[in-house]
């Protein structure tokens, strides 16, 4: 089983929303997520969340504490994704890259949305939703 690493952003605004993205491809295609992709070569986990939100959502974001990690099986591989928490700090908010949709959601929302498997349970231990 091969291991790839990974990072995301839980971006959280004002109001308290998470902003989520709306997979077009695998792992997941068609569930809302948190905005983050694969490691690029010389790249800092950091940076690689800054760039995949930024691809993917056309916010620019400033990165701070790491969160945790979450393994997430894709057919051969093990992507390990490494999740930060981040504030946007600039840009507009439009889909693009590998995500079909991008929005900012209450965790009441999120309920009625098809998540990737896990996203409000990672949440919890993130300590970003208050424990059920």
Partial sequence: MV???????VVQDDRGRVLLVLRAREPEAGRWTIPGGHLESGETLEECARREVF?????????????????????DEVIEAHDFAAEAVGGSL?????????????????????????????FESYGVIASS
Avoid: S
């Fill in 3 to 9: 291991r790839t690493l990974a990072a995301g952003a």
């Fill in 94 to 122: 439009v889909a693009g890259d590998d995500a079909a949709d991008a929005g900012w959601f209450t965790i009441e929302q999120m309920a009625d949305l098809p998540l990737t498997v896990d996203l409000l349970q990672e």
């Fill in 55 to 75: 691809e993917e959502t056309g916010l620019e974001i400033a990165v701070g504490r790491e969160l945790g990690v979450v393994d997430i099986p894709n057919g």
